[in-house]
């Protein structure tokens, strides 16, 4: 059995890998390992084809430093992995908040910019020419599922390509979950995991955790293969759509260079909606450089800007991405290190802090975490078990509240009255009981109603704005971290 299931590990990534022409003889390749069973199998599967495809092999790891002494032993767990390999090792350790410091990007996207910018520095130390990644299929059918959740379009909805920019290559996206973790245990091979994998307040881990094994049961067994085949179906169509729009958008670029594009107006509305749409969105990655957090709405707001915007009008996207008009030119500038969606946030009192305004029925992005807040009402018979509640969601008594809420980080001196327990504290003190994380205290959303925190995001709410017997309305809030 044993040697069944490695046969059948090693034939589909040979498959992945000539179909997807991933590797030529003599390329050097840097295998991405944080320790994990997906990159651990990378890196034995890869070990074990590397003669077989001529391929000579480096390894690198990350420590960024966002799980404290986890994240050291992760990183001792990858020496002693590649020692005992044979293959030569590139670590560096980072810390993200240093790194993120000066540039205002969500903790998800600077993790994964500083990830890249790592990669890539360390292939041009050790002269490799292709970097491979450990994603697998159930990777791509959740990120297809995320993307539809979130409202994304056809190019969200291609999952995790194969092979992106000729450089980065996946061998194990043929394979499942479950394929990996037999692999490894019929192996018999040591991995270290990561915690907030299994952190319900994180949207891929919910639909990881709850939703595909949901689909699974209750409407199709093969839910992995099925969003994978829309993915790949996606891809190929993605694929030739660019290519026969390619030049339209060159007859609209007036000028590009390094993080900056600009358009011609006149050109650009005379093409239809759809060709305008890729238009902006090719305009977005050739400044900005990745598409991630830009949602459909955020490109027909573009759109309005270039048909009916003021002359003059400007656009702050997230990222750090802004869309100027300037009379008959849109131009799009990555500026990471600007001000991010200024129209909708309320001035701080420091360095750092946000603030934001809420109404019921309404999603609020906070760009510098990247966390998510929704609104709702609901009736008092769709109100779920108390004892069933996860941390992310909150209910209030709805006559109790007055709007707009208020959304803000963490100050000094915060007080509220958590649910269950008599009297205020401060909230400083409520997170020292509950050892939360310093890290994670300065990007905990606080929730105000007449200037009264009503819920501390993802931990308690407030006595005050409780559910009583005779609530009659009721308000449900949702949080959903990067």
């Given amino acids: 059995m044993a040697g069944k299931i490695e046969n059948k590990v090693l034939n589909t990534v040979r498959q992945t890998i000539a179909s997807h022409g991933m590797f030529a003889s003599g390329?050097?390749?840097?295998?991405?390992?944080?320790?994990?069973?997906?990159?651990?199998?990378?890196?034995?599967?890869?070990?074990?084809?590397?003669?077989?495809?001529?391929?000579?092999?480096?390894?690198?790891?990350?420590?960024?430093?966002?799980?404290?002494?986890?994240?050291?032993?992760?990183?001792?767990?990858?020496?002693?992995?590649?020692?005992?390999?044979?293959?030569?090792?590139?670590?560096?350790?980072?810390?993200?908040?240093?790194?993120?410091?000066?540039?205002?990007?969500?903790?998800?996207?600077?993790?994964?910019?500083?990830?890249?910018?790592?990669?890539?520095?360390?292939?041009?130390?050790?002269?490799?020419?292709?970097?491979?990644?450990g994603h697998h299929a159930d990777d791509s059918a959740e990120l297809v599922l995320m993307n539809l959740l979130r409202g994304s379009g056809a190019l969200g909805l291609s999952g995790i390509s194969a092979v992106r920019d000729g450089s980065i290559v996946r061998p194990l996206i043929g394979l499942k979950r479950t394929e990996i973790m037999v692999y490894v245990a019929q192996k018999k091979l040591s991995y270290v995991v990561d915690a907030s994998n299994t952190d319900l307040r994180f949207l891929r881990n919910r639909i990881r955790h709850h939703l595909i094994p949901e689909l699974q049961r209750s409407y199709?067994?093969?839910?992995?293969?099925?969003?994978?085949?829309?993915?790949?179906?996606?891809?190929?169509?993605?694929?030739?759509?660019?290519?026969?729009?390619?030049?339209?958008?060159?007859?609209?670029?007036l000028d590009r260079q390094a993080g900056k594009i600009s358009l011609s107006l006149s050109r650009l509305v005379r093409e239809a909606t759809a060709v305008q749409r890729r238009i902006i969105r090719k305009a977005i990655l050739w400044a900005h450089g990745n598409l991630w957090r830009v949602s459909f709405s955020h490109i027909d707001a573009v759109l309005r800007l270039a048909e009916k915007g003021p002359l003059d009008g400007r656009?702050?996207?997230?990222?750090?991405?802004?869309?100027?008009?300037?009379?008959?030119?849109?131009?799009?500038?990555?500026?990471?290190?600007?001000?991010?969606?200024?129209?909708?946030?309320?001035p701080g009192p420091a360095a750092g802090a946000y603030q934001y305004t809420m109404a019921p029925g309404q999603s609020l992005v906070i760009q510098e975490t990247g966390a998510v807040i929704t609104l709702c009402e609901i009736k008092p018979h769709q109100l779920p078990a108390f004892d069933r509640h996860a941390h992310h969601?909150?209910?209030?008594?709805?006559?109790?509240?007055?709007?707009?809420?208020?959304?803000?980080?963490?100050?000094?001196?915060?007080?509220?009255?958590?649910?269950?327990?008599?009297?205020?504290?401060?909230?400083?003190?409520?997170?020292?009981?509950?050892?939360?994380?310093?890290?994670?205290?300065?990007?905990?959303?606080?929730?105000?109603?007449?200037?009264?925190?009503?819920?501390?995001?993802?931990?308690?709410?407030?006595?005050?704005?409780?559910?009583?017997p005779g609530t009659r309305r009721i308000l449900k809030a949702e949080l959903f971290l990067a």
Avoid at 43 to 63: D, I, P
Avoid at 403 to 431: I, T
Wanted: glycine share 4%.
């Fill in 27 to 133: 390329d050097r390749v840097l295998l991405a390992v944080s320790g994990g069973p997906d990159s651990v199998t990378l890196a034995h599967v890869m070990l074990t084809l590397a003669a077989e495809f001529g391929l000579q092999l480096a390894m690198a790891h990350l420590n960024h430093g966002l799980r404290q002494a986890d994240s050291d032993r992760d990183a001792e767990f990858v020496a002693a992995f590649a020692r005992r390999l044979q293959i030569p090792l590139y670590a560096r350790k980072k810390e993200l908040a240093a790194w993120q410091q000066n540039r205002r990007f969500s903790p998800e996207d600077a993790a994964r910019r500083m990830r890249y910018e790592f990669l890539n520095k360390a292939a041009k130390r050790n002269n490799c020419n292709k970097i491979a990644l």
């Fill in 220 to 253: 199709n067994p093969k839910i992995t293969e099925t969003l994978n085949r829309l993915g790949n179906i996606l891809q190929a169509e993605n694929q030739w759509l660019e290519q026969t729009l390619q030049p339209a958008f060159e007859r609209c670029v």
């Fill in 315 to 346: 656009l702050d996207l997230p990222a750090g991405i802004r869309v100027k008009r300037n009379r008959e030119q849109l131009t799009v500038v990555d500026d990471p290190a600007g001000d991010i969606d200024a129209a909708s946030r309320q």
């Fill in 393 to 468: 969601l909150a209910f209030f008594d709805l006559d109790c509240l007055q709007f707009p809420l208020l959304v803000r980080n963490f100050r000094s001196g915060d007080r509220f009255s958590p649910l269950g327990v008599p009297g205020s504290q401060k909230v400083k003190k409520y997170f020292n009981n509950h050892s939360v994380p310093i890290d994670q205290r300065k990007k905990c959303p606080l929730i105000l109603s007449r200037d009264k925190i009503i819920w501390v995001a993802g931990h308690r709410i407030d006595n005050s704005v409780k559910i009583r």
